[in-house]
Nanobody, 121 residues
Framework: QVQLVESGGGLVQAGGSLRLSCAAS????????MGWYRQSPGKQRELVAT???????NYADSVKGRFTISRDNAKNTVYLQMNSLKPEDTAVYYC???????????????WGQGTQVTVSS
């Protein structure tokens, strides 16, 4: 089974930083695009950042200049460096990957279980 596991969430004061990691494991040939999404109570899940296998990125306007997405293809891992955190960044953060699965190399979308990020004022 393919599994994506996030880590690095926690409590941080406004202005602080966190680095989230999401490692994929299983029968993986490769992973195409990966991304981070977040959801707060009463709100829709929103895109935070995405990154292609080749390293092209895009970000939500609300996090541009503060967050950086990166990946290590050898480790099947995607990261989200979050700087200058604000209380409004408080949410459950989910990672996502379009995983090419062995042995037939079909593509399936997988989600992690989520990790809580709480930013205090």
């Amino acid at each position: 089974q393919v599994q994506l596991v996030e880590s690095g969430g926690g409590l941080v004061q406004a202005g602080g930083s966190l680095r989230l990691s999401c490692a994929a494991s299983g029968s993986i040939f490769s992973i195409n695009a990966m991304g981070w999404y977040r959801q707060s109570p009463g709100k829709q899940r929103e895109l935070v950042a995405t990154i292609t296998k080749g390293g092209s990125t895009n970000y939500a306007d609300s996090v541009k200049g503060r967050f950086t997405i990166s990946r290590d293809n050898a480790k099947n891992t995607v990261y989200l460096q979050m700087n200058s955190l604000k209380p409004e960044d408080t949410a459950v953060y989910y990672c996502n990957g379009a995983v090419v699965i062995e042995p037939f190399r079909k593509v399936n979308d997988y989600w992690g279980q989520g990790t809580q990020v709480t930013v205090s004022s």
